[in-house]
């Protein structure tokens, strides 16, 4: 039999080296607005309440709502209509992450609709027939696993057809299958599952993000889910197991049956292996056990060959025994809806993902953030039911979100503070190679030079606590675009249930983050490396992910020019001047739908209130940065920004893009 092992990409990952030493022209705050040369300039073309001057004043820089478009959702427009107006413009982080984000999303969906739609039809199919016919051919238990697997199978080829189905439900699982179909087109939050028993979040089955797009990526992402998220247990019959001792062995047989034919079949496997390892490629691996780990115990068990009479009785034992030996998932995914009881202990969290150990097709993948999250809501932090995306970006090292989290009181929980310092140590023993095993690991990876405090050597409005606010905000709204593009294979946490202007020679100035532009440069290489060694990226993408690999490598050399007090040549202002123009060879052929920054993701369920977190990104705002030249001169330059939001909704109406944009144009506040 085949067998696969654990993957890591981090070898497509390589961080070119950078040296500067910071010393950008300084001024002194607060900042008179006559000294800035263009300042009266800048304000006849957008006008600033006496706050907004204030705040421009204080800090350096001042944030307003876009008076160009104040509904704008593609955030490189702003450029043209700056440039436009003779307003000198601000190249911003936000922008270059925000276009990552395009490529990110854009290459996924278009693997999806070229390849993996068609292969796990493919894969269903298979897998359909071959249930079948160990249904007809076996007896007794084996028989039954071999039933339930054909109910499952039949579950996924209807939910790939939807409305228009050309293959019959057999007859002997007709009624589970209706029942669990219905129970996912309600999505109506936790139910038992008609054919896995214990309870299930059918409300996960309502498509989002991209997949809202067409009615193929709709049934993708439905089938998908229903692979990613069922899980044959191995365990049953104690006290607090999800189902019966009967049900736990059945399942194992049918999950065994399932990784037999995988086995037995190079090409069904190849099949599987390409979706897996692509998408393993863009978020990472399974947190929970799946074929490898399931052929591999079969190799141990049976050997090169396996025949199913073979699955019963003590060789299901010995199955179980070595399955048992790895380790149980990290994340709890809502299977079962486990509940917790008194006294609430960290171990209790611990026995039920334990509890839900199993086997799964397309397992949802490891996420640190979901990680994170697991950990710093209860019962691991008592009283805690929501974590926030703060705790993400504290532990990524923003100072700013350690003092938002005290401010809210969201550390003060009992058991927080010794729940962070856990994780704090793990993450911080993470090396280069660890944080770029994968896309997802490496887009966090990027955010990191953002949050750290910026010296005396960095512009004056870099070093204000301010700017950590804005570059939190930033990161915040990146992560929640990650989140939104791998809504389907990431694996979501939960809460467990508890019963109780300027001169005409300077045209403009780059955000100047050199490590963070070096970083965005690696992960768009390594995208476009990983996905033409693995023959996913068409030409149009390809294109898209060099032009904005050149793009980052201007910034990184004008950047490092800022903060090194250089004066930048005519060729570095025209680059800056029709950044635009450089950004329309980025998006490519994207439509105007694709390119809107109003996209919004939930990432967190608590079953005890009924209510999922939702990150929202939303209008494109303007930031007005106050700059000083090597020749004394203080100037203002105007460039786009992302726009954040945090907030609770019910679980039954998980939010799409669609959805999100009707309340903003509502005017939505959080």
Request: charged share 30%; hydrophobic share 35%.
């Amino acid at each position: 039999m085949v067998s696969g092992a654990k993957k890591t990409f981090s070898n497509h990952y390589t961080l070119n080296t950078l040296e500067f030493s910071p010393n950008s022209p300084q001024y002194t705050l607060p900042l008179e607005t006559e000294d800035i040369e263009n300042f009266r300039s800048l304000s006849d073309k957008i006008e600033l309440s006496d706050a907004m001057r204030d705040e421009l004043e204080q800090n350096g820089f001042v944030i307003i709502e876009n008076p160009l478009n104040p509904q704008e959702e593609d955030i490189t427009a702003p450029y043209k209509e700056l440039r436009s107006m003779d307003i000198p413009v601000f190249i911003t982080s936000d922008t270059l992450l925000h276009l990552y984000h395009l490529q990110f999303d854009e290459s996924l969906k278009e693997i999806e609709e070229r390849e993996f739609y068609g292969l796990i039809c493919e894969i269903t199919e298979e897998l359909l027939e071959k249930s079948t016919k160990t249904y007809a051919n076996t007896e007794g238990d084996l028989k039954e696993a071999a039933r339930r697997n054909v109910a499952f199978f039949a579950v996924g080829l209807c939910l790939l057809e939807g409305e228009n189905r050309t293959h019959a439900i057999p007859e002997y699982v007709a009624d589970e299958v209706e029942a669990e179909l219905k129970l996912i087109e309600a999505h109506s939050g936790f139910a038992p599952s008609p054919i896995f028993t214990y309870e299930e979040d059918y409300s996960q089955y309502v498509p989002r993000g991209h997949y809202t797009q067409s009615e193929e990526l709709k049934r993708y992402f439905k089938v998908m889910s229903f692979y990613g998220r069922m899980s044959f247990l191995l365990k049953g019959g104690c006290g607090d197991c999800l189902v019966t001792k009967e049900d736990a062995e059945l399942q194992t047989i049918g999950a065994s049956l399932i990784a037999g034919y995988l086995a037995g079949s190079p090409d069904l496997m190849a099949k599987w292996e390409r979706i897996y390892t692509v998408t393993a490629f863009f978020v990472g691996l399974s947190d929970d056990l799946g074929p490898y780990e399931y052929i591999d115990a079969l190799n141990h068990v049976f050997g090169d060959e396996l025949e199913p009479g073979e699955l019963t009785g003590e060789n299901i034992n010995l199955m179980k025994a070595k399955l048992a030996e790895y380790d149980s998932p990290k994340i709890y995914g809502g299977t079962g809806r486990c509940e917790i009881d008194p006294p609430f202990t960290p171990e209790e969290a611990d026995r039920c993902l334990e509890n839900t150990e199993g086997f799964r097709l397309m397992g949802q993948r490891f996420i640190p953030d979901s990680y994170i999250f697991q950990n710093l809501v209860f019962p691991k932090v008592e009283g805690r039911l929501f974590p926030t995306g703060l705790d993400l970006m504290a532990l990524l090292g923003s100072r700013e979100a350690e003092k938002r989290l005290d401010e809210l009181n969201e550390s003060d929980y009992p058991g927080y503070a010794k729940q962070y310092a856990k994780l704090k140590a793990e993450f911080d023993a993470f090396d280069e190679s660890d944080w770029n095993r994968n896309l997802y690991w490496a887009w966090l990876y990027t955010l990191k030079p953002l949050l750290k405090s910026y010296d005396d050597g960095y512009p004056t409005f870099m070093q204000t606590d301010a700017w950590q606010q804005k570059e939190l905000n930033t990161s915040l709204a990146s992560w929640t675009e990650l989140r939104h593009d791998t809504i389907l294979y990431a694996k979501q946490s939960y809460t467990m249930k508890a019963t109780g202007i300027l001169p005409p020679e300077v045209t403009g100035y780059v955000e100047p983050v050199p490590e963070f532009y070096n970083r965005l440069l690696a992960l768009t290489t390594m995208t476009e490396e990983g996905l033409d060694d693995m023959g996913v990226l068409d030409d149009a993408g390809r294109r898209r992910l060099q032009n904005l690999e050149e793009v980052l490598k201007r910034l990184i050399e004008i950047s490092v020019r800022e903060l090194e007090g250089e004066s930048l040549t005519e060729a570095d202002y025209q680059f800056i001047n029709e950044i635009d123009a450089q950004f329309d060879g980025v998006l490519g052929d994207l439509d105007e739908k694709a390119k809107k920054t109003t996209v919004i993701a939930d990432v967190h369920t608590d079953t005890n209130t009924g209510k999922v977190l939702e990150e929202g990104v939303g209008y494109v705002n303007l930031i007005l940065v106050a700059y000083k030249t090597p020749d004394n001169r203080i100037l203002i330059a105007a460039g786009p920004v992302m726009s954040h939001y945090e907030f609770k909704q019910s679980m039954d109406e998980r939010l799409t893009d669609e959805a999100w944009r009707e309340m903003l144009a509502r005017g939505f506040q959080a």
